[in-house]
């Protein structure tokens, strides 16, 4: 599904499909933009009581990054759509409890001033991933859920298909995940990959480049593309 979450003031102007010098980053949302593990749990949890489900969050926890059904069908979770809603009605209720990784959205705003195109790309589905995503106020160009069409994570479909809607080569973006799917989306996809250390997952062979925190991802912009008096 294609959606945009506008900044304050105007948004980003449209993408133009040929414009080879464009960039993109574009960026997982659990783990990556925000820390919704407190969010996660308490919605497994209500699962847990409600469904009788006597797996740990641990185990759901291992499949992170995948689409909600297809943790369902590796975890042996029966009537997966009852569960989901269940799940995802909670995830709204306790929404607040999520929160933005320090230096994420300074970060993110570095990018838009050196024009660079700000896509996210997410295994969530789009009633959690919005209103998450509004608040932080960035100019998304686009976003990618399981509602759209395609494939979902690990398949490159997702990546590929942001970057139709940016006009952004594969070659010319970079991809910013913290699970092995991530990884294997942006290998799939042709897309560089960097590994968001903050996160809630270990990368896998090839070692990928590693970052520590959302400001190392600077390092990714050209000296001369920093803006001065910025505070990151």
Do not use: N
């Amino acid at each position: 599904m294609i959606m945009t979450v506008p900044a304050c003031g105007s948004p980003p102007a449209p993408a133009a499909p040929s414009d080879h010098g464009s960039r993109a980053l574009l960026l997982d949302l659990d783990g990556v933009l925000l820390d919704t593990r407190p969010v996660m749990r308490r919605a497994w949890q209500r699962v847990q009581e409600v469904h009788g489900v006597a797996l740990p969050f641990r185990d759901y926890e291992r499949h992170l990054g995948r689409e909600f059904g297809d943790i369902m069908e590796r975890l042996g979770v029966t009537d997966a759509e009852a569960v989901r809603r269940t799940y995802e009605a909670e995830s709204v209720a306790t929404a607040h409890l999520a929160e933005e990784f320090a230096g994420i959205v300074e970060t993110l705003h570095a990018f838009v001033a050196a024009d660079w195109r700000l896509g996210v790309v997410t295994s969530k589905h789009v009633d959690r991933a919005a209103p998450l995503l509004a608040r932080l106020g960035c100019p998304f160009a686009t976003i990618r859920t399981p509602a759209g069409a395609g494939r979902t994570k690990p398949a490159p479909d997702p990546l590929l298909l942001a970057l139709v809607d940016l006009g952004v080569d594969p070659a010319s973006a970079v991809y910013v995940g913290d699970m092995a799917v991530d990884q294997e989306s942006a290998a799939r996809a042709g897309v560089p990959y960097v590994h968001a250390g903050w996160g809630y997952g270990q990368p896998t062979a090839p070692a990928p480049e590693t970052v520590w925190s959302p400001r190392e991802l600077l390092s990714l912009l050209p000296a001369k593309q920093l803006v001065e008096g910025s505070t990151v």
